[in-house]
């Protein structure tokens, strides 16, 4: 999406490893809060499987960012 109007590569950075997370590191990750979130993971489900007993495995977290998209931001050139 914003890769059209990106001049080069280097404009978007990744600013999140993929690890175990919990539900509320996901949602500070995606700026939402928690009721937004297990509505957006709601669907995923079936893919996602169940979670541990507080976190979200790396393979889970793998699966999020894909559906839902890496969290980045675009830096500004100065």
């Known amino acids: 999406m914003f890769n059209s109007i990106l001049q080069d590569e280097n404009d978007i950075e990744q600013i999140v490893p993929v690890k175990p997370y919990t539900l509320g590191e996901l949602c500070q990750i995606y700026d939402v809060c928690d009721k937004t979130m297990r509505n957006w993971l ?14 979200f495995t790396v393979s889970q977290v793998e699966i999020i960012f894909i559906k839902l998209g890496v969290p980045y931001v675009i830096k500004e050139k100065r």
């Open 42 to 55: 709601r669907p995923l489900r079936d893919e996602i499987g169940h979670k541990g007993r507080t976190m």
